[in-house]
């Protein structure tokens, strides 16, 4: 933030900025895994980097910071918070700090971690929302920004209400979109199938991982429309995000899956072997932080208070 590491409390942004009264930011997850040797590395940077730049330049929020320095900051931090057998998420937003009404906008970069555990990701309950994916027209889902979380929130509050993990959310024309924080796959007869952007999922970096790692293990990968319907008559399903991974779905509207995610779990096994380096795929590209032992993280405050509030933040983020 501002250009420097800060302890949690110092890490703050004026009442009434644009960031705080009309949620102008954009942000990205970042997931780094466990290599090897120990050390961590950070997948897909720049694609982050870049779609980060996309989603600032459609909400006119300016965006100064190279690459390089973005690159560099993250693996700052990184080295400054990480704990032995920890892996970490870190969370990249360019909030609006100065300006009104798209003038003089300034913007800073600020960048939070959170530590992870290395393990797979539990099968969910998921349900379809009564909340709608906004237009293109409206606010557009390939522009990754806090505002369009908002009716994430709303499906999840609606979800748990009847006993749901995560919810669907379909689009203006009663097709499928994406979850309230993730996209989504199908197999039906053998064949992934996901909605593509213009049917309100976001512009996915995890899925097109997803997509060349099936090609890779000679399955077949399609993007179309996706009706409601055909969930509920799905072979699998999961869901897929930087920090949500591949996540599998156990019961869709109440009813079992009428699979097991055979085949969603080889692409799963597949995915984890490449971004934790175990089996390299030209398609998951990693920037490497040398490893921390973590013997003077005592003496670190800004460690000791961002790791007071990991659990609680990523128990929010949990499907981004």
């Known amino acids: 933030m501002n250009g420097r590491q800060r302890p949690w409390d110092e890490a703050v942004l004026h009442v009434g900025c644009e960031a705080v009264t009309r949620g102008l930011t954009v942000f990205e997850g970042l997931k780094g895994y466990r290599q090897p040797d120990a050390s961590l590395g950070i997948v897909l940077v720049r694609q982050h980097y870049e779609r980060l730049a996309r989603s600032a330049r459609l909400l006119h929020i300016p965006f100064e910071t190279c690459f390089e320095e973005y690159e ?183 009813q079992a899956l009428r699979s097991p995610p055979t085949l969603l779990r080889t692409i799963q096994a597949r995915y984890f072997a490449a971004v934790r380096g175990r089996e390299p795929h030209p398609s998951v590209q990693l920037t490497l932080s040398p490893s921390t032992s973590g013997a003077n993280h005592a003496d670190r405050p800004l460690h000791e208070q961002l790791g007071r509030l990991a659990g609680r933040e990523m128990a929010s983020q949990a499907a981004e």
């Not at 929130?153 to 006993?163: D, Y």
């Not at 024309?173 to 309230?180: H, I, K, M, N, P």
């Not at 097109?208 to 293990?217: H, P, T």
């Open 72 to 254: 560099a900051a993250a693996c700052g931090l990184v080295e400054t918070l990480l704990q032995p057998d920890k892996e970490m998420w870190l969370r990249t937003t360019l909030c609006v700090t100065d300006g009104y009404w798209g003038e003089d906008t300034k913007a800073d970069l600020i960048i939070t971690g959170y530590q992870t555990e290395a393990t797979a990701p539990e099968a969910i309950h998921l349900g379809v929302s009564t909340w709608r994916r906004s237009a293109d027209a409206s606010m557009p889902a390939r522009i990754k920004t806090g505002a369009n979380y908002q009716v994430g929130r709303l499906a999840r509050i609606e979800g748990r209400r009847c006993g749901c993990t995560d919810m669907v959310l379909l689009n203006q024309w009663g097709r499928v979109a994406e979850t309230t924080g993730s996209c989504i796959v199908m197999v039906r007869n053998g064949t992934v199938y996901t909605p593509p952007p213009s049917e309100g999922a976001l512009e996915s970096i995890t899925v097109d991982v997803i997509e060349s790692l099936a090609r890779s293990l000679g399955i077949d990968f399609v993007r179309r429309p996706i009706d409601r319907t055909e969930l509920l008559v799905a072979d699998e399903l999961a869901l897929c995000g930087t920090l949500a991974e591949m996540v599998p779905v156990a019961t869709i509207e109440g």
